[in-house]
């Protein structure tokens, strides 16, 4: 069955440094993987994509996540973390062949302390 | 543009009442998609229309929910005799599935959340 995996319920980050988002993935037949923030009393950003092509995607805000097969995986990352960053981030996969839903993972908060 | 909008924003709902939920697209997108967020959880898939045939229900949890898109654009998704279990944030989203461009994000509104009491 297809599955997305978000290990950290929450991730703490002072401003200025580095921030990952972990993501892994399961399912069969090549990932359609995606990346979306929720604010509070909003519906879902998307950020990124990863469809085809590098491994390493650029999208809104500043934030990038890489693409590694043999891991199964799809980190969130950003160089420097804003404290308006602060937000629910989901890790998605569709599967393709036809399927066009979008299964979640469970959502990492992350939180940028001044 | 314009992208997705829902309404209401917020619904309370008795036990047993049926409810109507309503979705607009962004214009122009064939896809649209319904999910059910549950407080502190990830979206989970409810329904999928490409214009205004319905592909993919097997997301439904029951036979109290309906979904349509009679004319491939509005989309309401309807609820009846709602139960606690149903409480939660409704979310739609469209897509322009241009597999030419690699176009397959989908676009959030920002939901409805209904309460059911």
């Known amino acids: 069955a297809q599955s997305v995996a978000q290990p950290e319920d929450q991730v703490n980050v002072a401003e200025g440094n580095p921030l990952t988002v972990k993501c892994t993935y399961s399912?069969?037949?090549?990932?359609?993987l995606f990346w979306y923030v929720q604010y509070p009393n909003r519906g879902l950003q998307f950020l990124l994509k990863?469809?085809?092509?590098?491994?390493l995607v650029k999208g809104s805000y500043g934030f990038e996540a890489e693409f590694n097969k043999s891991q199964t995986s799809f980190h969130l990352k950003k160089p420097s973390a804003l404290v308006s960053d602060s937000a629910l981030y989901f890790c998605a996969v569709r599967v393709g062949g036809g399927y066009n839903k979008l299964i979640f993972g469970a959502g990492t908060r992350l939180a940028v302390h001044p | 543009g314009a992208g997705v909008s829902q309404s209401p924003r917020y619904k309370v709902a008795k036990r047993g009442q049926d409810v109507a939920l309503r979705c607009d697209p962004i214009s122009g997108h064939v896809s649209l998609f319904w999910y059910q967020q549950a407080l502190g959880q990830g979206p989970e898939f409810l329904t999928y229309f490409q214009n205004e045939a319905q592909l993919d229900k097997s997301g439904l949890p029951s036979d109290r929910f309906f979904a349509e898109r009679p004319e491939g654009s509005v989309s309401t998704l309807k609820i009846q005799r709602t139960q606690q279990e149903d409480s939660a944030v409704y979310l739609c989203?469209?897509?322009?599935?241009?597999?030419?461009?690699?176009?397959?994000?989908?676009?959030f509104g920002p939901g409805t959340r209904l309460t059911v009491t």
């Open positions: 989203a469209s897509s322009l599935e241009d597999r030419g461009r690699g176009s397959y994000e989908q676009y």
């Open positions: 990863y469809i085809t092509g590098d491994n």
């Open positions: 399912v069969s037949g090549n990932p359609y």
